[in-house]
């Protein structure tokens, strides 16, 4: 590993964030989520140089650093504190399972403790009461990758209780606001389940009416857990080119896509103005908040286009006097018939009307272009799009970068 990164800066950083954490929530992490990227708790605690504040926190270190035959020696035999009493409870327990070939202790163990399915063994994951017992408490995030596994196992079946359940959190807006779904997530794991197959592998399912009808509701609500920016956006769609290829890493068309982007701004910021455009031609459309993914998606396609000339909708809100915060232009192409340079077209319509406007230029299936300046801070290029390109959209909206 390359270590030379580990300064004074970082090594604090790292500490710091170990010994702010809750030693039950630092306990289940360490044992969950035990390395990523040939990265373990091990290394990070060795090179950051930790140094708990606590005696819980100490514990923890020594478990992942010595192992629980260590810790057992360490402490058995000791009077501690309640709170390191809670975290060896805990500890035995994790140590437990692992040891464990009797179905029903796993599950009562699951139920009990709140476990997740990282800190089982591969034989326990066979069991599809297992998966339902981790079904209960597993993050709704995680539920949503794994549906389409859970029905092809049989662990969710037409009608069954279980599935009920399941549906019935998937579209709670408690829920989702507790997990911070964002609609793009959502929609996400429905194309995906639609499917009925994994984009890898053999595993196949015959989709459940039920959950798609959650997700579709889950959709919709889950809009409201994105916080709006508060400026003004001008979202165009290029419709020049053909929408129905989809955007990598995903399993929805670039038009659907295009839809949800346009869906997010409409409903969460006032002050927005979706257009389509092609070459010599744009059209404002009428996409408003109470619309349906389909009523925007077909809003969309039916505008005929002809070539791409990506600097339209600047030079529209420049003739029409419209200040705009943050131009976000969506195409499926690398390649356009520019009229001008759209960074020319940005910093006319900045001097016309005095705003610090920026440029979002986002190809949804490109692998590359080259039309953002390099030297302005406010024009960025996205090649492809997912639930992180909202996140810097709404950094860059918001001068956070």
């Known amino acids: 590993m390359k270590c030379g990164i580990w300064g004074r800066g970082l090594r604090k950083a790292v500490s710091d964030w170990y010994n702010g954490q809750d030693a039950l929530s630092l306990a289940a992490l360490v044992t969950g989520c035990k390395q990523r990227e040939g990265w373990s708790h091990k290394d990070v605690l060795r090179l950051s140089h930790t140094k708990p504040t606590d005696e819980a926190i100490a514990l923890i270190s020594k478990y992942v650093a010595k192992g629980w035959k260590e810790v057992q020696v360490a402490y058995g035999d000791k009077e501690n504190p309640e709170e390191v009493v809670k975290v060896l409870s805990y500890l035995d327990v994790v140590e437990k399972v692992k040891h464990s070939c009797d179905e029903t202790e796993v599950i009562n163990l699951i139920e009990e403790h709140k476990l997740e399915r990282e800190q089982l063994l591969t034989a326990h994951l066979k069991s599809k009461f297992v998966w339902r ?28 209780s279980e599935t009920q359940a399941l549906c019935e959190r998937i579209q709670n807006e408690a829920a989702l606001k507790k997990a911070k779904m964002h609609p793009f997530s959502i929609l996400w794991a429905s194309e995906r389940y639609k499917q009925g197959q994994g984009y890898r592998g053999k595993t196949k399912w015959a989709t459940d009416g039920s959950i798609l009808k959650a997700l579709d509701v889950a959709f919709y609500k889950s809009f409201l857990n994105v916080q709006p920016v508060g400026k003004s956006f001008v979202v165009a769609v290029d419709v020049s080119t053909s929408l129905s290829s989809v955007v990598p890493g995903t399993a929805i068309s670039d038009a659907v896509a295009a839809a949800l982007i346009t869906m997010v701004f409409a409903r969460t910021e006032p002050d927005t103005h979706v257009l389509a455009y092609s070459e010599g031609a744009l059209v404002p459309c009428s996409i408003s908040a109470d619309m349906t993914l389909a009523q925007t998606t077909n809003e969309l396609v039916k505008i005929p286009g002809g070539s791409t000339d990506c600097t339209l909708p600047i030079a529209w809100a420049t003739e029409n006097g419209k200040a705009v915060d943050v131009f976000v232009i969506l195409t499926n192409s690398p390649l356009w018939t520019l009229t001008a340079s759209p960074v020319a077209s940005l910093k006319k319509h900045r001097q016309k009307t005095g705003s ?3 440029l979002v230029m986002c190809g949804l299936t490109s692998i590359g272009h080259t039309t953002a300046d390099s030297e302005d801070r406010g024009v960025l290029s996205i090649c492809g799009f997912d639930l992180g390109a909202f996140c810097v959209i709404r950094n860059l909206a918001q001068d956070l970068i």
């Open 133 to 160: 017992a981790l079904l209960k408490e597993m993050p709704l995030e995680s539920v949503l990758r794994i549906l389409g596994k859970m029905t092809a196992k049989k662990v969710l079946q037409p009608g069954a």
């Open 356 to 358: 610090p406007s920026k």
